[in-house]
């Protein structure tokens, strides 16, 4: 079955510095992509989804991913992260005839 | 506004009462989902419904019991829970159940806490 794993339950960045949430995943067949963003006592809202089109996806907010099938990774980036960016982020995998799997997140601190 | 919305937002309930958590999409959605996120868990998947058809209960407990009525509307029962079972229950709803390229939609959730 397919899996991912969000690699750092916690990443804390300084305000202007680059974000990077890691996401490896594990599927039998060329898999979807998707980040999710979820704020405090909220539902997960979509950020991008990868769909194999281009590897390099840009999603809302400034940030992007990159599918590296090499690394069976999916890493979310952000040059320059803000205040409002502080949140949970999930990354999730979907496969054919499968429902959604999603990771266990990664808390991100933006710090002033 | 998701298009995904969730009632009751916040529910306290002792451990022998009875209710039940609301979601309503107005998105045209054939699937549509349960999920538990609890405090340093990862989102557990509960049940998953395909056109008002159950297709998938993670052996969950007895004492969650879904409805669904239609495309639009899915229900959770809750009866005798544990204190345990405090968590934010989250809905959402997608195109259809394995269909790769469209995303889930979640509502905003209950924040649930059994006293």
């Known amino acids: 079955a397919q899996s991912v794993t969000q690699l750092g339950s916690h990443v804390s960045v300084s305000e202007g510095a680059l974000v990077l949430l890691r996401c490896n995943y594990s599927s039998s067949v060329p898999p979807y992509l998707f980040w999710y963003v979820q704020y405090p006592n909220q539902g997960l809202q979509l950020l991008l989804k990868y769909t194999s089109a281009a590897t390099l996806v840009k999603g809302i907010n400034g940030f992007e991913a990159e599918f590296k099938k090499s690394e069976t990774s999916f890493h979310l980036t952000k040059p320059s992260a803000h205040m409002s960016d502080a949140a949970e982020y999930f990354c999730?995998?979907?496969?054919?005839?499968?429902?959604?799997?999603f990771g266990a997140g990664t808390r991100l601190t933006v710090k002033p | 506004e998701t298009g995904v919305t969730q009632t009751p937002r916040h529910l306290v309930m002792g451990m022998t009462n009875k209710k039940s958590l609301k979601c309503e999409q107005h998105?045209?959605?054939?699937?549509m989902y349960w999920y538990k996120q609890s405090a340093k868990k990862p989102l557990e998947l509960m049940f998953v419904?395909?056109?008002?058809?159950?297709?998938e209960n993670n052996s969950v407990p007895s004492r969650f019991s879904p409805e669904c009525p239609n495309s639009s509307h899915l229900f959770l029962h809750l009866h005798t829970l544990q204190p345990e079972d405090s968590a934010l229950y989250l809905c959402?709803?997608?195109?259809?159940?394995?269909?790769?390229?469209?995303?889930?939609?979640f509502g905003q959730g209950t924040r649930l806490t059994v006293v």
């Open positions: 999730a995998v979907s496969v054919p005839g499968n429902d959604m799997r």
């Open positions: 959402a709803s997608s195109q259809g159940v394995g269909e790769m390229n469209t995303e889930a939609f």
């Open positions: 998105l045209g959605h054939n699937a």
């Open positions: 419904y395909s056109l008002e058809e159950r297709v």
